[in-house]
């Protein structure tokens, strides 16, 4: 998808960050008085979802720049931090949350280098570690082909040693990390998913293949990687599928610079469905056996999750038997079940996690 | 507004024109009998055309007369105003004014006079103007719903009419093609169920058919399902239970198999009716739910005792396993 129309902000238009973004997209530059003119633009679209994929608004961040992840109480969250750096994405993914998330859903791009670099001096200062993404209100490396943020991000969290960033992301957009000094502080996380999920619902994403040879490049300029599968869609046939892209990863990647595979399964704010219903007619991936969730989202029926999560488990031990594998938002009967084990602690996932990051890129454990 | 009260020739009404008809069929018989013995009490509305007469009112009291071979017809005469529109409009609520205020109008009769105002009124004025003219109030929601039915075929007003369908199933329905429209319409003709069963049943077919990658056309038109509404010797409501029951099945294969295990569970515990014992919501959670009712302190103690065996049961360590 490539972005068509440019606007910003008065206090953005100046900005170094502006300037490149207007060089690379070779676009003219709107000037918006209030946001209210690009919501209305969007908003005039047959498919205001599809417009907003299109038009890039370079504003700044008035809100929180570093955030916990919104876990619930019933589900097992990883305690992760959300730098906030951007909103949405040019790839169209189905079952993108972000397309009911935002009102109306617009591309965000953040600037101000200071204030980010400011609120993550402040993390780094911290006698605690810190797995920081992007990747939570948009995909991390979209921006890569039209700012500097990531390469910036990259530079910023080598000269520390409590905090990795995680750059997630479904692209291939990985050319400007190549020559930077990371110090191993950076992690390049892919979301998978099986070929035909990826070709059915993944509009505009990179391929599979392409996917994992980004992440063989990635290996080999020394970064730290990590996949998730998220969501996990249930479907006849799909044990297998997963088996097979578990395994592909292996024809290119080491396990030993795997940090960790997380897993989910296809979850949704019941508003989602006829939201998919009507911008992908042909989907069927809110046909599946959902029940209303304890967090009032739609998943898979308990059963069905678990059948499915212990064939990827399986796979993940067979390929990778000291990769740390773990659940997005799942509860204890489906911890113990597949894993045999639960982190019932608070926070205690957390700590696994801040293990393996320990482990894999040096960072100073907490005293 | 009108011509003083007249007879005219019957053969002037122009029986074809029924722009005005908003009732529905009724038999007529015993009015006939009335205007027989009674004569006709009150004049019927028409206004001129091309030198014959459209009814505005008393649609059937004209075919009445007409079937009596009595040759003239009392009438009051719409006055044609200079502005056509205006003339139209005053019909149009002439036409439901008559019938809506000497008994209450079914929902067709609704759809009919809000088409009929809406060649001159939007749909916000309808509704403003609904009180004085349909004698009860609709609101602009409302009156679009009802505009959206009237062109659906006569069967399904009929169904509509005798609460065998919702507007709202109506209206999901027309978004269908015709083959799949006539399927639903057939189904719901042979179960009766409310509107929320109803939007189940359209709901669960088609997302089974998109699922499993069939044409609705040919899940609805299946011998499963006509083996269903088809059956001679059963309720109409025990055929929508029984309809609901297998595309439910069908839908969610593995949770109504854990319900239906779940229930079986239920009943090897051989559990007083009055004792409760429910399996966490969808199965997501963890948590059963126990409750039971007693009139004194020997029934409570004969549920705890019960309880205490049920406790110590392989059936109920197989159940919450």
């Excluded at chain 1, 995680?166 to 070929?195: C, G, M, R, Y």
């Excluded at chain 1, 040879?213 to 020394?222: L, N």
């Excluded at chain 1, 990863?249 to 997380?262: A, C, G, M, Q, R």
Aim: charged fraction near 30%; glycine fraction near 4%; charge should be positive.
């Amino acid at each position: 998808m490539k972005i068509k129309k440019l606007f910003a902000d008065k206090e953005t238009e100046y900005s170094e960050e502006t300037k490149l973004i207007q060089k690379r997209t070779d676009l003219d530059l709107e000037i918006v008085v209030n946001e209210n003119q690009i919501f209305d633009y969007i908003n005039s679209s047959d498919d205001p979802i599809q417009k907003g994929k299109t038009c890039l608004y370079i504003t700044q961040n008035r809100g929180a720049i570093i955030k916990d992840c919104p876990g619930t109480s019933y589900y097992t969250c990883c305690d992760y931090t959300i730098l906030h750096t951007g909103t949405f994405c040019t790839m169209d993914c189905s079952y993108c949350i972000l397309q009911a998330y935002f009102h109306p859903p617009l591309l965000r791009y953040f600037v101000g280098k200071d204030k980010i670099s400011e609120s993550l001096d402040n993390v780094f200062s911290q006698d605690k570690i810190f797995r920081i993404g992007t990747g939570e209100y948009t995909d991390s490396l979209i921006w890569e082909e039209i700012s500097d943020q990531p390469s910036f991000l990259v530079k910023k969290f080598a000269n520390q040693n409590n905090s990795i960033l995680e750059l997630k992301t479904k692209t291939v957009n990985i050319d400007s990390l190549q020559s930077i000094d990371h110090n191993e502080k950076t992690v390049i996380a892919w979301s998978l998913n099986t070929e035909r999920i990826i070709k059915s619902e993944e509009r505009n994403t990179s391929s599979l293949k392409a996917r994992l040879k980004a992440a063989k490049k990635c290996e080999s300029w020394g970064y730290k990687l990590a996949f998730h599968f998220d969501p996990v869609v249930i479907y006849d046939g799909c044990i297998d599928e997963y088996k097979k892209v578990i395994k592909t990863i292996f024809d290119y990647v080491s396990p030993k610079n795997i940090l960790w595979i997380s897993i989910g399964s296809f979850r949704f704010m019941p508003h989602l469905k006829p939201l998919i219903e009507k911008r992908f007619p042909d989907s069927t991936i809110c046909y599946g056996e959902f029940i209303l969730g304890l967090d009032n989202k739609m998943r898979y029926f308990k059963p069905l999750r678990i059948q499915t999560y212990k064939g990827i488990i399986d796979q993940i031990k067979k390929y990778a038997p000291e990769v740390t594998a773990y659940f997005c938002m799942e509860d204890r009967k489906v911890w113990e079940e597949c894993f045999g084990f639960f982190p019932k602690e608070e926070g205690a996932l957390g700590k696994i996690l801040d293990q393996s990051a320990i482990d894999h890129c040096k960072l100073k454990p907490v005293p | 507004m009108f011509e003083k009260e007249q007879l005219i020739d019957i053969n002037l009404i122009d029986f074809d024109n029924n722009t005005y008809r908003i009732s529905s069929d009724v038999s007529i018989a015993n009015l006939k009998k009335s205007i027989q013995n009674n004569g006709m009490l009150n004049p019927c509305l028409v206004r001129k055309s091309n030198g014959r007469f459209i009814v505005i009112s008393g649609h059937k009291r004209i075919i009445a007369t007409k079937e009596l071979c009595i040759n003239q017809v009392p009438v009051k005469i719409v006055i044609e105003q200079e502005n056509k529109a205006k003339t139209d409009l005053f019909c149009a609520k002439l036409s439901i004014i008559e019938n809506a205020f000497s008994r209450e109008l079914n929902l067709m009769e609704q759809a009919r006079g809000v088409f009929l105002l809406s060649e001159s009124l939007t749909n916000e004025e309808i509704a403003t103007n609904s009180l004085s003219i349909f004698n009860s109030s609709l609101n602009p929601n409302i009156v679009e719903k009802l505009l959206k039915i009237v062109s659906l075929d006569k069967p399904v007003h009929d169904l509509i009419l005798s609460k065998k369908l919702s507007i709202n199933t109506a209206l999901k329905l027309k978004n269908y093609d015709t083959q799949i429209f006539d399927a639903f319409i057939n189904i719901f003709k042979k179960v009766r169920m409310g509107q929320n069963k109803q939007s189940e049943i359209i709901v669960n077919l088609y997302e089974i058919a998109k699922r499993d990658n069939i044409p609705l056309s040919e899940l609805v038109n299946s011998k499963e399902i006509y083996k269903i509404i088809d059956h001679a010797n059963q309720d109409e409501n025990y055929k929508g239970n029984l309809l609901r029951s297998y595309l439910t099945n069908k839908r969610y294969p593995e949770l109504t198999k854990t319900y239906d295990d779940h229930k079986k569970g239920i009943k090897d515990l051989k559990l007083e009716p009055k004792i409760k014992l429910n399996p966490p919501y969808n199965f997501e959670g963890e948590n059963y739910s126990l409750s039971f009712e007693f009139r004194n302190k020997k029934e409570f103690e004969k549920h705890i005792q019960k309880l205490v065996s049920v406790y110590k049961s392989k059936a109920f360590e197989n159940l919450i396993k």
